[in-house]
């Protein structure tokens, strides 16, 4: 059983860009949630997909996006970087919705912007 | 708004010792409860859910449900020094997602 795989795992950018970020969910699992966890913070909720779906969002702005994919591999998106931006980003799978029975989390991309 | 708190710490315990997490919820018909462990620069790392009042034991771990009061707690027995890490508490609101607590940070004293 494979595990969540992200990539990249650090990636630096400048404010204005955009930045896409990858997630390979565990095998079996159908629901992708991303997170967005800044400095001495608990995770914060960005928005989760069930079978390609966008299903429930958190409080961010709409220049975070996200997709599913059939395999149920997810992306998230991020247009007009700002200098908040800069945290780790966690991609975590579930077989249910909402995280019911716990997620498995990935090991992370640490966005830097500059 | 449906919130999760948890005292931030540090909380230094000696090893060998009982160290005790807690966690207050906003939600009283909130249903799945979960602790993870996050050690410095990595990926949170799930090591205990718990769904109905009462205590759940798994090795040195041990998390208890008060539904009524709206707390969960974490004890961890005969504490290690591996064991220092920061601790998240985690709640399903029933929303379609997890919230989380800030975390406690936890240093084991050798």
């Known amino acids: 059983e494979t595990g969540v795989t992200q990539s990249p795992t650090h990636l630096i950018k400048t404010r204005g860009q955009q930045v896409t970020l990858r997630c390979s969910s565990q095998?079996?699992?159908?629901?992708v949630s991303w997170y967005q966890q800044a400095l001495g913070q608990g995770p914060q909720f960005i928005f989760q997909?069930?079978?390609?779906?966008?299903?429930g969002r958190g409080n961010f702005p709409p220049r975070f996006s996200g997709l599913q994919f059939p395999n149920y591999s997810s992306e998230l998106n991020v247009n007009a970087l700002e200098l908040d931006d800069s945290a780790l980003y966690l991609c975590a799978s579930s077989a249910r919705q909402g995280g019911g029975g716990g997620y498995t989390f990935g090991s992370g991309t640490r966005l830097t912007v500059v | 708004q449906k919130e999760v708190e948890q005292n931030s710490g540090p909380l230094s315990v000696p090893e060998g010792a009982i160290a005790s997490l807690n966690c207050t919820y906003s939600?009283?018909?909130?249903?799945?409860f979960f602790w993870y462990r996050q050690y410095s620069g990595k990926s949170p790392e799930l090591i205990m859910s718990i769904y109905s009042n009462g205590d759940k034991e798994d090795g040195r771990f041990t998390a208890q449900l008060n539904k009524a009061s709206q707390y969960v707690s974490l004890l961890i027995r005969d504490s290690q020094p591996s064991d220092s890490a920061t601790y998240l508490c985690?709640?399903?609101?029933?929303?379609?997602?997890?919230?989380f607590g800030t975390g406690t940070r936890l240093t084991i004293i050798p």
């Open positions: 939600d009283r018909g909130s249903q799945s």
């Open positions: 997909y069930y079978r390609e779906e966008e299903n």
């Open positions: 985690a709640v399903n609101f029933g929303n379609e997602k997890l919230t």
């Open positions: 095998s079996g699992h159908n629901t």
